[in-house]
């Protein structure tokens, strides 16, 4: 007889044994099987999600300033579309940060509701297209229409058919936190439309920028109309690309093909390159006479910003002459007898023309370098005339209105160029006058419609366009009219309106370039516009491009390959399929654990067999290579069989991913997922498993004598334990539980257990019981090896009790195995529950709500003095005892524990000096897992973000010091390497940021965001102003607090919510993954339960010869059954009632000290089932017991 025909002879044979052991690889199987589908269904659900959002949208351009509508369509005569790397392209005007308002009446009384934070598209009919559903018919609103998907009309409470306001940023050309930028009337409200359709949150109905599996609101309006409303008529502000195919996105070089292609004009950049000529007109002949013309490159944006003046420069060589152009509030001469002061300082009380002699307000000074032939300040010769960065040139009408010569210092009064707090500082300088240039008055005095006139050649001062329009200023009549954002606290005077009809916004003063950049840049920008000597617009203006195209920059106008990044996305921030597996362990253990039980078993009812083989001459190596044939045969079956329970079992894991422990992803949208990979990588695992599993029992079975084998031995002789032997285990168990005690006691210390925090802590906790409950099974597994003694007997008084305990002795090995197993399932299965986190103060950093609002607030309201220009005197008398700290906002990806994708660009909290001083003095503080304060920081690690006297600016060589909360740090952005770690994200613009790790928090509301100073916030993203993110305490815990602060900033969409919730709902997720720890661990465990049954039926046969003795000599049936149930009772309940002891020894000082939740009593219950199930189990074994044979049993003895 060959090897194979034994083996399937054998299998055969013994179809029952080998059945269960396929079982219990089938179970294995089905565990590892089902933990990759998990995995697979969540990514492939992820990916769903990323496709449907999107639809054929494979690339987005967004820009903070509008373009031409015809854009689009030069982009589809390009390269990328002629190479049909893309398909077809549509604009349409996107914010993603927008409200939406409705009135509804409740009990005869109006309630408003507010959805802040909305998505708003202004789009055209072809932009339904690129989703996936067909309509049949159109759903494009009309003008005064608005579409809302379901999730914000639901928030909303309205209907097809109701009214809403809806509310977006104002685009400003002068930004908010500059003293010219207004602060108010920087929202466009657009009310009365019309709900005309609500749209599931399916295909591009939950359309969204950023990757998440929460629902974005989105409302969406018709493009044209929305572009009359925004007085931006054929202008977007993106543009949508399709590649045309839903999951095959164009790749990396397609997306640099469609970049290079896009070819923006200077409108479509946001710039203005106008022609500039002085010019005058000769009385005698009439004719137009010109002084000097130039080109004037500047922004729509007032400010050019660092990037395009580098760009120019470039693009413009020598040629180009940045100018900045800024407004003083004063002009006055430095009285005789002060001395002045080149330094400067801050103003601190109003001027006053007694005091301070004439003073010239409101006045245009230019900071430049002049060149030859551009001017301005040329000399007799020609030649350009530099100044010092102490010196100031005036013109002659200033110097004859403040009788000011050469040699005489002059004052300036002007605000700091960005404001602090969202309040002005006006600071002064004094600068010498050096050279005083004529200034021509003109015939005919300017009005809004037409230039000077001039009748003897104007100078080169006499140039108004050396500063940038600025609406409401620039085109007024009178400087009375200007509409400012400060009051004019200095008096205007007959004669300064005169200059202004005259000259307009000409440059009274001017000063050095760097001076000017010194004084006046900020994170705006330093130049105003660049002069450029005169002669082909277009040639200017193709140089520009030519530059833009050739450098990569994209002055903001880049595409984000929002499929290509979504679908890297879906990956998630969590591998799930070996998240499972970890969850499984004990299933996967137990399934293990019961294979090497019934294959031994198997292995016992045929041992006689086996001896024989060695008896007729077959070796050991061939023995156990049949053994192992016969098992990998098993395993193979097995593991098919658990393929396809697998795939049950996954759909039954998913089902509690969407149920019960739902908080764990945050919302329910997964999908079951299979791919042919899972299904055979889990198969394959299964059976290497499983095969070396029973492998490994083979070879224990290989090392026994021929001679035990034929008696119907299956295990190798016991020797005895000498007494030194077991004195040094007497001293090891001792050892464990004073280390055990003494690390519980140190853990709860005060001071020692703060330090560790709150995950060390629990830690310590655990490892404290984890080291009691190795001394107790020591202790037990002594006592199976003869522990008890004849004194000890005597003292039991049920013999069927003590001896079922002997019994339990006679393989202490096996049994004391069959007890940890038990133990230690138990004992983490409920110890795990001392890691379940519960919100505590710290958490919240003392808060009661946070708020998001759509727009920003420009006041940080930190600052109680700014209370009474902000609220009505009795709210702001309310608000005195409270705290309200601002944070500045970027949006980007939630980094936080909620998001199931994997955060690419995270949010952006820019900390201000406020925040920091509040946790100098607060007495609850957020909880701290690491930072690099020294000693004098220690109290208050936010001072990390505080302490650098320079601002940081992001590069490899400068990275930005960032506080991040550790879940952030370690699952959403994989960051393990701890304190002063760098890392970089690149934006959406495609600057890319180095950041360096100097504190890490535990377990915050601040969870899922990047904190940077303040300062640092302003260098990174200049473009962003205000405040966008709250934190307000409620001392009277009657939410008045947040009451206030949503009534006042309603328009603002401000929306305020609990920290204690929110802080509930981050925890939940890692709470819900223990809770499916111990579920699927009370599973193993049950599953550990018929091994448990198994182990006593292998015993059985073992002592099948004594138990025939005893059943000879008078034991009757149903006392023998009671004495192998009681057997099976004690190894269960010695196993659970260690891990217990052991688990409450780990859990009790965590409920105690560390405020931790007591476990649940669904855990006991558990515990109670498993226990029931195992005596039930049990009884298969008694079953055996009772049908043993007793005439075979006796010959065998």
């Known amino acids: 007889m060959n090897n194979k025909r034994f083996v399937l002879r054998s299998l055969v044979h013994h179809w029952r044994i080998n059945l269960t052991v396929a079982l219990g690889v089938a179970a294995a199987t089905a565990v590892l099987t089902g933990a990759l589908l998990i995995g697979d269904s969540m990514r492939g659900s992820l990916k769903s999600l990323t496709l449907g959002r999107l639809g054929l949208i494979d690339e987005i351009l967004v820009t903070p300033h509008f373009f031409r509508q015809e854009l689009v369509d030069e982009l589809e005569t390009s390269e990328a579309f002629q190479q049909e790397l893309y398909q077809r392209a549509t604009v349409a005007i996107l914010f993603p940060q927008g409200t939406l308002e409705s009135t509804r009446e409740v009990n005869d009384s109006e309630s408003l509701h507010v959805a802040s934070n909305i998505l708003v598209l202004g789009i055209q009919d072809e932009f339904w297209s690129f989703g996936q559903t067909e309509r049949e018919q159109s759903i494009q609103p009309e003008n005064d229409e608005i579409v809302l998907n379901a999730p914000l009309a639901n928030e909303l409470g309205v209907n097809v058919g109701d009214v809403v306001t809806l509310r977006l940023p104002e685009d400003k050309q002068v930004n908010a936190d500059s003293p010219l930028g207004s602060q108010d009337d920087r929202i466009r409200s657009i009310p009365r439309l019309t709900v005309s359709e609500i749209i599931p949150a399916e295909d591009l109905g939950r359309f969204s920028l950023t990757s998440s599996q929460q629902i974005s609101f989105n409302a969406y309006v018709n493009l044209a109309f929305l572009q009359d409303e925004l007085d931006q008529e054929n202008r977007a502000n993106a543009i949508l690309v399709s590649g045309g195919q839903i999951d095959t996105p164009p790749d990396e070089s397609a997306s640099q093909t469609l970049q290079t292609s896009l070819q923006p004009s200077i409108d479509d950049l946001g710039l203005l390159l106008t022609d500039v000529s002085l010019d005058w007109e000769s009385e005698s002949d009439e004719v137009n006479h010109t002084v000097l013309k130039y080109h004037s490159l500047s922004s729509v944006k007032m400010m050019l910003d660092d990037d395009t003046v580098a760009l120019a420069e470039h693009a413009l060589g020598e040629e180009a002459q940045p100018v900045m152009t800024y407004l003083a509030n004063a002009l006055m001469k430095v009285p005789d007898g002060v001395m002045p002061d080149a330094r400067g300082g801050v103003v601190t009380e109003k001027r006053d023309p007694e005091v301070d002699g004439e003073i010239v307000p409101y006045s245009m000074i230019t900071a430049i370098d002049s060149k030859d032939g551009l001017g301005p300040l040329l000399d007799a010769n020609g030649s350009a005339v530099l100044i010092k960065d102490d010196e100031v040139v005036i013109n002659s009408w200033l110097a004859e209105n403040l009788e000011i010569g050469l040699g005489d210092w002059l004052r300036i009064d002007y605000f700091e160029p960005e404001t602090t707090h969202g309040q002005t500082v006006e600071r002064w300088v004094d600068l010498r006058v050096v050279e005083i240039f004529k200034l021509t008055e003109p015939r005919r005095p300017y009005s809004r419609r037409r230039k000077a006139l001039f009748h003897q050649p104007p100078t080169l001062l006499n140039d108004p366009d050396l500063t940038p329009e600025v609406p409401?200023?620039?085109?007024?009549?009178?400087?009375?009219?200007?509409?400012?954002?400060?009051?004019?606290?200095?008096?205007?005077?007959?004669?300064?309106?005169?200059?202004?009809?005259?000259?307009?916004?000409?440059?009274?003063?001017?000063?050095?370039?760097?001076?000017?950049?010194?004084?006046?840049?900020?994170?705006?920008?330093?130049?105003?516009?660049?002069?450029?000597?005169?002669?082909?617009?277009?040639?200017?203006?193709?140089?520009?491009?030519?530059?833009?195209s050739s450098s990569g920059s994209t002055l903001g106008m880049n595409f984000i390959p929002v499929k290509r990044d979504g679908?890297?996305?879906?990956?998630?921030?969590?591998?799930?399929?070996g998240l499972f597996l970890g969850l499984s362990l004990f299933v996967i253990a137990s399934a293990l654990m019961l294979i090497i039980v019934l294959f031994r078993l198997g292995i016992q009812q045929r041992v006689a067999q086996l001896g024989l083989l060695l008896a007729l001459g077959l070796k050991r190596k061939q023995i156990s290579r049949l053994?192992?044939?016969?098992?990998?045969?098993?395993?193979?079956?097995?593991?098919a069989l658990g393929v396809l329970i697998g795939i049950g079992y996954g759909k039954l894991m998913l089902t509690g991913l969407t149920t019960l422990w739902v908080e764990a992803i945050v919302t329910s949208f997964l999908d079951f997922h299979i791919t042919a990979r899972s299904l055979v990588v889990g198969y394959l695992l299964g059976v290497c498993i499983s095969a070396l599993t029973i492998a490994w029992a083979i070879r224990k079975t290989s090392r026994i004598t021929a001679r035990r084998l034929l008696s119907g031995h299956a295990e190798e002789a016991t020797s005895t334990v000498s007494a030194s032997t077991q004195a040094k285990f007497s001293k090891l168990r001792a050892g464990l539980f004073i280390a055990g005690l003494g690390l519980a006691v140190m853990a709860a210390l005060p001071d020692f257990g703060t330090s560790l925090g709150s995950e060390g802590q629990a830690g310590a906790f655990v490892g404290a019981g984890f080291l009691v409950l190795t001394s107790i099974l020591l202790k037990i597994r002594a006592y199976l090896r003869g522990g008890w003694n004849s004194q000890s007997i005597q003292k039991i008084n049920l013999p069927l009790s003590w001896l079922a305990s002997r019994n339990a002795g006679r393989n202490p090995g096996r049994s004391t195995l069959t007890i940890g197993l038990m133990a230690m399932a138990s004992f983490l299965i409920i110890a795990m529950g001392a890691f379940k986190l519960t919100p505590s103060e710290q958490g919240r950093g003392g808060f009661s709500f946070w708020g998001l609002s759509s727009m920003p607030v420009y006041e940080d309201l930190a600052e109680k003095e700014l209370h009474a220009s902000v609220f009505e005197k009795e709210i702001a008398d309310q608000l005195e005892t409270e705290s309200i700290l601002c944070l500045r906002y970027k949006p980007g990806d939630d980094a936080s524990c909620s998001n199931v994708y994997q955060a690419a660009r995270p949010r952006v909290l820019g900390v201000p000096q406020s925040f920091v001083e509040h946790y100098d003095q607060s007495e609850v503080k957020f909880s701290w897992g690491a930072n690099i304060a020294d000693d004098s920081q220690a109290e208050n690690p936010w001072q990390l973000l505080a302490s650098s006297a320079t601002t940081h600016t992001g590069t490899e060589d400068d990275p930005v010091p960032v506080v991040i909360d550790k879940n952030t740090a370690m699952y959403s952005l994989k960051l393990y390497g701890g304190m002063e770690q760098i890392f970089d994200i690149t934006y959406e613009d495609g600057h890319t940021v180095h950041f360096k790790v100097v504190g890490l928090l535990t377990n915050s509301i601040l969870q899922g965001s990047l904190l940077v100073r303040e300062q640092d916030f302003k260098v990174l993203f200049p473009h962003i102003s205000g405040y966008r993110y709250f934190l307000s305490t409620d001392q009277a815990a009657n939410e008045n607090t947040r009451v206030i602060l949503e009534n006042r900033f309603r328009d603002q969409g401000l929306d305020m919510q609990s920290t204690q919730a929110l802080l509930e709902e981050l925890l939940a997720v890692q709470n819900t993954y223990i809770s499916a720890f111990q579920s699927l661990g009370a599973l193993g465990l049950l599953l550990g339960t018929f091994g448990l049954a198994t182990v006593q039926l292998r015993s059985i046969l073992e002592r099948r010869g004594e138990l025939a003795l005893m059943k000879a000599t008078g034991f009757s049936p149903v006392r023998l059954a009671k004495m192998v149930l009681c057997e099976n009772i004690v190894l269960l309940c010695a196993g659970l009632t260690t891990g217990v002891t052991a688990a409450l020894f780990a859990v009790l000082p965590h409920i105690l000290f560390a405020e931790a939740s007591a476990p649940g009593i669904d855990l006991f219950v558990m515990l109670l089932i498993i226990l029931v199930v195992g005596v039930i189990s049990g009884l298969f074994a008694v079953r055996a017991t009772l049908r043993a044979p007793l005439i075979p049993a006796l010959r065998g003895e």
């Not at 679908?567 to 799930?576: D, E, I, N, Q, R």
């Open 567 to 577: 679908l890297k996305a879906a990956g998630g921030s969590t591998p799930f399929d």
């Open 472 to 548: 409401g200023v620039t085109d007024q009549d009178s400087i009375n009219d200007w509409d400012l954002p400060f009051a004019t606290v200095n008096r205007i005077r007959g004669q300064d309106d005169q200059y202004w009809n005259n000259h307009r916004t000409t440059p009274k003063a001017f000063v050095s370039l760097n001076l000017g950049r010194k004084l006046w840049g900020s994170r705006f920008g330093s130049h105003t516009t660049i002069r450029v000597p005169f002669s082909d617009q277009q040639t200017i203006a193709q140089k520009l491009q030519d530059a833009v």
């Open 627 to 639: 053994l192992i044939y016969e098992a990998v045969l098993i395993s193979t079956i097995g593991a």
